[in-house]
Nanobody, 120 residues
Framework: QVHVAESGGGLVQPGGSLRLSCAAS????????IGWFRQAPGKEREGVSC???????VYYSDSVRGRFTISRDNANTVYLQMNSLKPEDTAVYYC??????????????WGQGTQVTVSS
């Protein structure tokens, strides 16, 4: 059964950093693109970053480009390194499988989400 689980969220001050993890089970990342999304209170869910594991291409939304970095390891985990965090980055962050990175369309499964709060 395909399953992804996020971890690493928390409370951080503006300008700080966090690293989120998306651990996959039931499938191998070699065949699916993985995306990170977020949803802030009262707002729609938006795509943040995506990694195409077939060709290694990475994608970022304009709001996080230059501050966030997506990567993967060989143990079926995708990471989102978030630096220079801003209060507007506060949201529940989700990872998803089988993502169309150029369209942010999700064909696969969603994780349960992890809360990121940026506040002083």
């Amino acid at each position: 059964q395909v399953h992804v689980a996020e971890s690493g969220g928390g409370l951080v001050q503006p300008g700080g950093s966090l690293r989120l993890s998306c651990a996959a089970s039931g499938f191998t990342l070699d065949y699916f693109a993985i995306g990170w999304f977020r949803q802030a209170p009262g707002k729609e869910r938006e795509g943040v970053s995506c990694i195409s594991t077939t060709d290694g291409r990475v994608y970022y939304s304009d709001s996080v480009r230059g501050r966030f970095t997506i990567s993967r390891d060989n143990a079926n985990t995708v990471y989102l390194q978030m630096n220079s965090l801003k209060p507007e980055d506060t949201a529940v962050y989700y990872c998803a499988t089988d993502v169309g990175c150029s369209s942010w369309h999700v064909f696969g499964s969603w994780g349960q989400g992890t809360q990121v709060t940026v506040s002083s």
